[in-house]
């Protein structure tokens, strides 16, 4: 598999997910409307030579400068409050996504 930065189509029913991307919306990054999706190591169809391709390394870096700006907020428990992740968690995160996603 391999990582995809791209943007959202624009269509009469709203945005949506560019069909070249097999499995997306991770990460997403408000500065710049961008999100992660992967797309097989062949993929039979076109995909444009404009979008971003990523590896586990600069998604990490990626990621970790949207926490930056935007801090990734913990999944906890009901009624447990909520706290900003920390950057390694943010990075372990990342390389658990990675893993689990089977990203060469």
Request: charged letters at 20%; hydrophobic letters at 40%.
């Amino acid at each position: 598999m391999k990582i995809l930065e791209y943007m959202s189509d624009a269509t009469a029913e709203g945005m949506i997910t560019p069909h070249w991307v097999e499995d997306g919306g991770y990460f997403p990054n408000p500065a710049d409307h961008t999100c992660i999706g992967i797309v097989g190591n062949t993929p039979e169809y076109h995909i444009p030579s404009s979008v971003h391709r990523l590896t586990a390394s600069e998604l990490e870096t990626r990621v970790v400068a949207i926490h930056a700006a935007n801090p990734i907020i913990e999944d906890k428990p009901v009624g447990d409050s909520a706290s900003a992740m920390t950057t390694a968690a943010v990075r372990t995160m990342v390389q658990a996504w990675v893993t689990a996603k089977g990203i060469d």
